[in-house]
Nanobody
Framework: VQLVESGGESVQPGGSLRLSCVAS????????MAWFRQAPGKEREGVAA???????SYADSVKGRFTISQDNAKNTLYLQMNSLKVEDTAMYYC???????????????????????RGQGTQVTVS
């Protein structure tokens, strides 16, 4: 599975962005997907995840501001980011796996890099 992110750019605090992640290759709608981010000098952080049944989870830091969604017909994952803050500045990555459920939505896999595939990232800068 290959993942390609897009949509990152520089924006002012309070602004909005929508990130996209297109999947290609061997792809199944039973996969689960997620966004995680990493800022310079900081650890990776899970941002939002969507399970194969469509259920979602979010980091506390983005709840109420970010929305994860997917279009299975287009093999595309989205992250709508509203009310952006300076602390949201980071490289954003999408990831996919076949091991879904609580482990995936709890972001336990983020720190150890336990995922099937990851994109190259798209930079979001809020300043």
């Amino acid at each position: 599975v290959q993942l390609v992110e897009s949509g990152g750019e520089s924006v002012q605090p309070g602004g909005s962005l929508r990130l996209s992640c297109v999947a290609s290759g061997y792809w199944s709608n039973s996969n689960c997907m997620a966004w995680f981010r990493q800022a310079p000098g900081k650890e990776r952080e899970g941002v939002a995840a969507i399970d194969s049944d469509g259920s979602t989870s979010y980091a506390d830091s983005v709840k109420g501001r970010f929305t994860i969604s997917q279009d299975n017909a287009k093999n595309t994952l989205y992250l709508q980011m509203n009310s952006l803050k300076v602390e949201d500045t980071a490289m954003y990555y999408c990831a996919a796996d076949r091991v879904c459920g609580a482990y995936w939505k709890g972001f336990h896999w983020v720190m150890i890099g336990d995922y099937l595939s990851r994109g190259q990232g798209t930079q979001v800068t809020v300043s």
